[in-house]
DNA sequence: CTGTATCCTCAAGGATACTG
DNA sequence: CAGTATCCTTGAGGATACAG
């Protein structure tokens, strides 16, 4: 991005979180992801190569650190101290423009990715778990599995023939709206929005190691 | 800007403060502009159409609101729970990233017109007063006129014949330092960077009604 | 003063393929 | 896995002139 030429620290941050696609990589970043990939992940629709650039603006602006062996990266001081900032931005849209998902981001891999760094690994039973999302209604990945264990959980969008035990299937714009916290699990799986069947439970402690939103509860 | 096509806060957030110019409109809102071109001598180097279509995008985005007659242009109470975003966003930067000033910032219309948005004017003598500002090393706009008044105090880039009250005679990166809290008007005065010449009392209220950045005191 | 209209350029970034 | 290289498009926005 074109500097400004302002001698205004509104102008100079604005220079380091204006650049298109980086408020999203900074995210990804304060939610955990370490590895370019799982950058990559959280961010699909950017192009790799445009992510690496991004990661070299930022480490060179002093947000990020990459660390070798790995590599993997990291925020920096000034990377966390900007962390409310972006926080806040989005508390302000959680309460201003948020509105109900439309049809162009009805990815159900996308929402998966969000939803698996959020597991509450305590809360899992003491083995792996495997659970089956069905979004009949997604433009993409409308079929999920998350790979669920103490060790580390991942997302897989191919079927590479897992037992499974726990089946979900739902209303994408609905779940969506329940991880947002607009609507309720209750309330969804009353109207037959989201439906979830296996073992009993399973079924019962599904809403406790599955968080919602980090929006959703403030 | 296009969309990011993500159910998620931090993008929609993102996609309304991220086009180039709103979050430095923005800012001339919280400083207290309110018409066309006073927005616009803050943001000098935006084009006045673009200024105008961001105006447009800000308006329907709900965060500006325009009123008749006038124009006149306002944040609304969405606008307003934004500013504390902005503001951090500054404080960020201002701890993190800003510098001394660097040539390509050497305007002194622009800083005097950030100067004349905190003059104090319960401070100010209950009279007109005139101070003529030279910054030899600007590269653009070398001279500039404050007129001061309980009523309203303006900037002026041209000669107009004045009755000068006050005469100012700066090293412009030195000035912006000061404005910025980055040193102090004593220590540029003891250099000699910063001259001040009038009669000795407004010489000494001189730093009463002059009021430094926002971010200089935080 | 408050914009609008038009033209034109350039560079950001999307798509795709390839590499160590 | 972690990028790099290349090509190519498009639309953002700068410059300028004009209008109510």
Same mark, same amino acid.
């Given at each position: ?16 979180l &204006? ?14 992801s ?111 599995w ?14 590479? &023939? ?6 979900v299937t ?49």
């Open positions: 991005m074109r500097s400004y030429d302002e001698y205004c620290p509104i102008a100079m941050g604005a220079e380091v &204006g650049d298109r696609w980086t408020p999203l990589v900074i995210r990804e970043l304060m939610c955990g370490e590895r370019f990939s799982d950058i990559h992940r959280g961010v699909p629709r950017m192009s790799r190569s445009l992510l690496a650039q991004r990661l070299k603006h930022l480490e060179r602006a002093g947000i990020i650190e990459r660390r070798e062996p790995g590599p993997t990266y990291h925020l920096t001081e000034a990377g966390r101290d900007l962390e409310p900032v972006v926080w806040g931005l989005g508390d302000w849209a959680n309460h201003w423009v948020l509105g109900d998902p439309v049809k162009e981001q009805y990815d159900g891999g996308h929402v998966m990715w969000r939803v698996r760094q959020r597991i509450v690994v305590e809360e899992l039973p003491p083995r792996r778990i495997v659970v089956r999302f069905d979004f009949p209604a997604a433009t993409t990945r409308r079929r999920v998350l790979l669920l264990d103490q060790a580390g959980s991942s997302v897989c969008a191919r079927d590479e &023939g897992f037992d499974v035990d726990l089946h739902a209303d994408i714009a609905t779940f969506m709206r329940v991880w947002a916290g607009r609507t309720t699990w209750r309330e969804a799986m009353d109207d037959e929005q989201i439906v979830v069947e296996g073992p009993g439970e399973l079924v019962r402690s599904f809403t406790r190691w599955f968080a919602l939103s980090p929006f959703a509860t403030r």
